[in-house]
């Protein structure tokens, strides 16, 4: 189960943050702003092992987060999550959601795969060390 994330959640947001991205994890200030933010959503899991965070424009969903604790993968709290938010930006009248997820990360790709998503461009170098990203899209109005 998930629910809108609130400012009570930010502490436990960044440190499911620190244990998934490291020196790369969003602080409690960037996480805060996510969280008050007017095109935001972001979403926690009940047990504040995960959490996911949308920013919708127009017809357009930019998927920023989806993170799940490591001690909780595999038990499809990133999929529950991924489902909700997709079903949030549709009700928020998006017509596409667009991500972009690390080429060697393929628990991810496979779970973005999983639902729908096709791969619309390589972005070459993007992340540290080099590793490339790829851009994925889906068509929110096909989903489900």
Not at 39 to 58: M, P, Q, T
């Amino acid at each position: 189960m998930t629910r809108r994330a609130t400012l009570d959640d930010v502490a436990a947001i960044a440190a499911v943050e620190a244990a998934c991205f490291g020196s790369s994890a969003w602080s409690e200030t960037l996480v805060a702003d996510e969280v008050r933010g007017e095109r935001h959503v972001v979403l926690v899991s009940d047990d504040l092992e995960a959490y996911g965070a949308i920013s919708v424009a127009g017809d357009v969903a930019d998927l920023d987060r989806i993170a799940v604790i490591p001690a909780a993968r595999g038990r499809g709290l990133a999929r529950d999550v991924l489902a909700e938010l997709v079903d949030l930006a549709r009700d928020l009248d998006a017509e596409r959601m667009l991500l972009e997820v690390a080429a060697d990360n393929v628990a991810a790709i496979g779970l973005y795969e999983a639902h729908g998503f096709d791969t619309i461009a390589t972005r070459r170098g993007y992340y540290a060390g080099g590793i490339d990203a790829l851009v994925m899209q889906l068509d929110i109005q096909e989903w489900r």
